[in-house]
């Protein structure tokens, strides 16, 4: 279902895969620097977890400027919030690349604006941009440590913008509950050598589902 999302004097464009049976928690996803919301990987990741009753919504936001994504995704998620359509338990917020810290950026500033707001229930972080490629010393960390929900990282083993020991050594400082799920020799792009794409995705799809099941299971209890 393809929907304009109103963003200040213009939209943002943004499509739903709604699930067969009624779904009580949904994941709002958007892409990376590059690209829009129809970057495969992301419209992948939408059709698996929807075919599994997870609603999905993503969305395209052009800005190269983190603090303008970051309030693109806040918009997104009072829009959902707000919602007759789909009413919500709560949702997780994912994205790729520059769209994980963009995620993470809004929900750092939605949880000091809100206090405790249940209905942000985690963040999916895919190929998180950790550092520049060769920048090992300049840490994008800031919004991680902040953060209290529960964080899940899918990142290749050989990506240039996220050394494995960096990644593992900020997930040791962080106060939130966390899991990191490294693709073997995955490169940013989540490219690896003798591998397909759809074999990569699949892994990379069935990690955040079985992770977002986890999480959802554990709000029930």
């Not at 994980?100 to 809004?106: E, F, I, K, L, T």
């Not at 707001?117 to 010393?137: A, E, N, W």
């Not at 977002?212 to 299971?217: A, S, T």
Request: aromatic residues 8%; proline residues 3%; glycine residues 8%.
């Amino acid at each position: 279902v393809k929907v304009k999302i109103p963003f200040g004097n213009k939209y943002l464009d943004a499509i739903f895969s709604v699930p067969e049976k009624k779904s009580t928690y949904g994941v709002i996803l958007t892409h990376g620097a590059g690209g829009d919301m129809n970057f495969p990987h992301l419209v992948s990741l939408a059709a698996y977890l929807a075919s599994r009753g997870v609603l999905c919504l993503r969305f395209t936001c052009k800005g190269l400027n983190v603090a303008y994504r970051a309030k693109a995704f806040k918009t997104v998620v009072e829009y959902l919030k707000l919602s007759d359509d789909y009413k919500l338990s709560g949702v997780f917020l994912a994205g790729r690349s520059m769209g994980s810290r963009a995620a993470a950026s809004a929900i750092r500033q939605l949880s000091q604006d809100d206090g405790d707001d249940d209905f942000i229930q985690g963040l999916v972080c895919l190929s998180y941009p950790l550092h520049r490629p060769k920048l090992q010393s300049k840490l994008r960390d800031e919004d991680l440590l902040f953060i209290r929900c529960p964080v899940l990282f899918v990142s290749g083993s050989a990506d240039e913008m996220c050394e494995k020991q960096l990644l593992e050594g900020v997930a040791s400082k962080m106060k939130a509950p966390k899991k990191i799920h490294w693709v073997g020799e995955a490169n940013h792009g989540m490219a690896v050598k003798g591998r397909t794409t759809d074999d990569v995705m699949e892994e990379i799809n069935a990690q955040v589902f079985s992770w977002l099941r986890q999480n959802i299971e554990r709000e029930h209890e």
